[in-house]
């Protein structure tokens, strides 16, 4: 005899958990949360990694000819994230009940984007669920080593920034007005450096819980003007051509257009349907602005190339390949090769921009150290020799 305590929705997501591990319920009862008790489920989220690992392990047992709701009820015994195993235990209590898979994973929109749901759609209605299925299993896994590429690129140069805010703010507050207090009662005139310094110091000290305040101001309004579609449209066209990040940021989109394309088309959604689908995951404006356009030309009996070939924010081979792909009925192998270019290419980027920030992080913390030695170590050496 086993006892615990599971949630669910409802008496019967209850039961339906404890089934799924195994367990005869012998008898459920219903516990109610005190007052002062506080729910913690918003703090539990399903990452990035776990959908990956779930999309995989029911790609694999489909395409074993596991049947379906088996292979749902086996996956809530491996998921490991409380969430996704509440999550995945529906799914099965809804496929098992009659339901498609595709409406089934369609009651969770925060979790399974319309382009996951797009594609066990199609991969429903061709009879092809196992193949679609490795399908988006291999799409979600290129997207999370990309995505991780990127965040690994940038975790030390943000560390090594972080650490000299953080040091020069402690030395402002803490340390330059023990040090500059010599010069200001000396009564001599100081570098324009070096009052520039105090004044900043002066600020920090005492100011500083008006700074924290502007601070949040300004990322709350930052936040909810992205909400006008203009801010957002000129933010996200801004991001295709900062310095450096730019080129990387258009061809991480372009990967994103081709990768997604290719996906969706092998897996026979009609390539309207595919536009409008990548139009809601693409993640940029600018290029949504884009898809729409190719959407209505396609609709119109247009070619994909037509719209491409007159943006300056796709690279004039994707066009021109495409035009090709589409011509000789080969569009499929386009895509897959022009995604399998770009991504080789962003890899060069990625090596080229971290062999980049180096020099760049030792360059701005060498002009950090040269200002505080001209703005307070040259006026002291300069006093002390004038007496």
Known sequence: IVTGIVEGDSEAAALALIKDEGLIPVSVSVRRIAPWQ??????????SKDLVIMSRQLAVMVDATLPLVDALHILVKQTRNPKLKKIVSEVADDVEGG?????AF??????FSKFYLSIIRSGETSGQLAEVLNYLADQLEKDYDLKSKIRGAMIYPAFILSGIFVVGLLMMVFVVPSMTAILREA??????????LI?????????WWLLLILLAAFGVGFKFSLRYPVIRYWFDF??????VLGKLSRQMYVVR?????????SGKVPMVDALAVIKDIVGNAVYEELIGKTTNAVRDGNSIASVFVKSPQVPDMVSQMLSVGEETGRLDDILHRLTDFYSREIDNLVRNLVALIEPIVMILMGLAVGVMVAAIILPMYTLSTSL
């Open 257 to 265: 257009i081709t990768q997604s394309l290719s996906t969706l088309s």
């Open 38 to 47: 506080v729910n913690l489920d918003f703090l539990q989220r399903v990452t």
């Open 187 to 196: 009564n001599v005139e100081l570098p324009l450096a070096t009052r520039m």
């Open 238 to 243: 801004i991001k295709l051509y900062v310095p």
């Open 106 to 111: 369609a009651k969770y929109p925060k979790l």
């Open 99 to 103: 339901a498609r898979l595709s409406s």
């Open 199 to 207: 004044g900043l110091s002066d600020v920090l000290q005492s100011y």
